[in-house]
């Protein structure tokens, strides 16, 4: 599936696609499933798994070329590189205003966003994996906080290929031999029953949980195994400066849900 942007592009926004597929679509085979959930009308949250630096650049790729182009929230710093800062700005990405009095600008504006009709990405995560097997970690709640305020479709998007161009947590590139990047987008995730609730912090767990779990699935069809039972839990391993993947693991619950804030 093709279909036409349901938001103007800014001039730079198509120079950035221009510069980004010339660099990544020689380097990059495609295994793409899934995209006709896409293919729905108005603003909708796209939560990908983070394995990689690099895997936006995967899922930008798919976004983009099945009539979704994204809006990322990005560091604010990257909006201080000169040339960089001011490409992602004309293209109206979203910058993130970390442990500052405007770090609630990037929530009001993704909801702007998508309310408008735009595609916006989430990692649910907020950082790349530290699980050892590159499964995915607990989860935040900020992509639900967003989906019950807009009541928008929330895809999962499971990938798996970024991570060998480069592993987590390396700055080494791995080009060559040219690697596939796997990607497969799953039904909407069925949060109606808590559009009526209280967002209390029960019912950001719950649809954190159900959103996690979709992910997981699909990664699970990719991967074809099954993820572990135990999920990582980075607020247990914070003592743990090394940027590695660690061992700590929390329980998951049966329905495969997400256990943490």
Not at 164 to 193: C, N, Q
Request: one cysteine or more; aromatic letters at 6%; charged letters at 25%.
């Amino acid at each position: 599936m093709t279909s036409s942007p349901r938001v103007r592009l800014p001039l730079a926004y198509r120079l950035c696609v221009v510069i980004a597929k010339a660099a990544a679509v020689p380097l990059m085979r495609r295994d793409w499933r899934g995209a006709e959930h896409l293919d729905r009308p108005g603003g909708i949250i796209v939560c990908p798994n983070h394995i990689s630096h690099v895997d936006f650049i995967a899922t930008a790729h798919f976004l983009y070329d099945n009539g979704r182009p994204p809006f990322y929230l990005a560091k604010s710093t990257l909006f201080e590189i000169p040339v960089v800062g001011r490409l992602l700005k004309a293209a109206r990405q979203i910058p993130v205003h970390r442990n500052t009095g405007r770090a609630a600008d990037a929530y009001r504006e993704a909801v702007s966003r998508v309310q408008q009709g735009a595609t916006v990405p989430l990692y649910p995560e907020g950082t790349i994996t530290r699980d050892p097997g590159v499964w995915p970690m607990t989860a935040k709640t900020g992509a639900a906080r967003i989906a019950l305020e807009t009541r928008c479709p929330v895809i999962p998007l499971a990938q798996w290929g970024a991570q060998e161009i480069m592993p987590p947590y390396s700055g080494r590139l791995r080009l060559f031999p040219i690697k596939t990047m796997h990607l497969l987008a799953g039904p909407p995730v069925d949060l109606d029953d808590l559009y009526d609730r209280p967002v209390t912090a029960e019912v950001l767990r719950e649809a954190t949980d159900r959103i996690m779990a979709a992910i997981i699935v699909q990664l699970e069809e990719l991967r074809g195994e099954k993820a572990p039972v135990e999920r990582y839990d980075l607020r247990q391993h914070q003592g743990d400066q090394s940027g590695k993947p660690g061992q700590h693991r929390t329980v998951r619950p049966d329905h495969r849900g997400e256990d943490g804030r």
